[in-house]
Nanobody, 117 residues
Framework: QVQLVESGGGLVQPGGSLKVSCVAS????????MSWYRQSPGQERTLVAT???????SYDDSVKGRFTISRDNAQNTVYLQMNSLKFDDTGMYFC???????????WGQGTQVTVSS
C-alpha cells in the first residue's frame, strides 16, 4: 500500500527558510519522478517542483532560485528546501510521484507552511 507522509512545515517569517520532507512507502521512490505541490487557501493544488528519476530538476517560475528539490533514494524520501520565503508561499505542501504530467498516487495529509510576520 502506497503512503506519502509529509512533514516539516511550520510558521516562518518572510525571508526565512524551511525544509519539508516526504517519506514514501509501498513503492521504490528511485524509479519515479517526484514532485512537490502547493495548495494555497481557496486555490487549487499547483505544481511547485519536480525531480526526475535521473535527478533533473524543474521549478515553477514563482519559486525558481529560492526552492531546491532533492531526494534520498536510500531513505525513500524527497525534500524541498525553501529559502527567501514570501507571503505567497503560504499553503499546504504535498508530494507525489509524477507521471505523464499527473500525480500518480493518492495524496497524503500534506504539511502546512505559513509565512507571516
Amino acid at each position: 500500500q502506497v503512503q506519502l507522509v509529509e512533514s516539516g512545515g511550520g510558521l516562518v517569517q518572510p525571508g526565512g527558510s524551511l525544509k519539508v520532507s516526504c517519506v514514501a512507502s509501498g513503492f521504490a521512490l528511485r524509479n519515479y519522478a517526484m514532485s512537490w505541490y502547493r495548495q494555497s487557501p481557496g486555490q487549487e493544488r499547483t505544481l511547485v517542483a519536480t525531480i526526475s528519476a535521473f535527478d533533473t530538476t524543474s521549478y515553477d517560475d514563482s519559486v525558481k532560485g529560492r526552492f531546491t528539490i532533492s531526494r534520498d533514494n536510500a531513505q525513500n524520501t524527497v525534500y524541498l528546501q525553501m529559502n527567501s520565503l514570501k507571503f505567497d508561499d503560504t499553503g499546504m505542501y504535498f508530494c507525489n510521484a509524477r507521471m505523464a504530467s499527473s500525480a500518480l498516487f493518492s495524496w497524503g495529509q500534506g504539511t502546512q507552511v505559513t509565512v507571516s510576520s
